[in-house]
C-alpha cells in the first residue's frame, strides 16, 4: 500500500511525504518525509487502520481530520492525502 501525505506549513509551503508500507510489520513506519527538518513531524506512522502524528518538542500540529491522543494526533484510517500546518520551535 502507498500513502502520500501532503504538508502544509505555517510558511505555506508544501511538501509531499511518501511511504511505502511494510508487509510484515505491524506498524508501518516506512515514511520518507521531504522537506525542512524544522517542519517535520517526530514521527509519521500507521497500525492499518489509524495514521499516527508525534510533534517534536515544542512543536505543535494542526492535522485535518486528526484529534488529540496522548503524544499523538491521530486521523482515523490511512487516507492518501492528509493536510497538516506545523508551528512552534
Not at 501525505?5 to 510484515?24: D, E, K, N, Q, R
Not at 517542519?39 to 497500525?47: C, I, K, T
Not at 518538542?57 to 487516507?79: I, N
Request: glycine content about 12%; cysteine-free; charged content about 15%.
Amino acid at each position: 500500500m502507498k500513502h502520500t501525505l501532503s504538508i502544509l506549513t505555517l510558511a505555506l509551503a508544501a511538501v509531499t511525504l511518501h511511504a511505502t508500507a511494510a508487509g510484515t510489520d505491524p506498524l508501518d513506519f516506512d515514511y520518507e518525509i521531504a522537506g525542512n527538518v524544522l517542519e517535520r513531524p517526530a514521527l509519521v506512522f500507521n497500525d492499518g487502520s489509524d495514521t499516527y502524528f508525534q510533534p517534536r518538542a515544542g512543536q505543535s500540529l494542526r492535522v485535518d481530520g486528526g484529534h488529540s491522543q496522548g503524544p499523538y494526533v491521530v486521523v482515523p484510517g490511512t487516507p492518501e492525502a492528509i493536510r497538516y500546518s506545523a508551528g512552534g520551535s
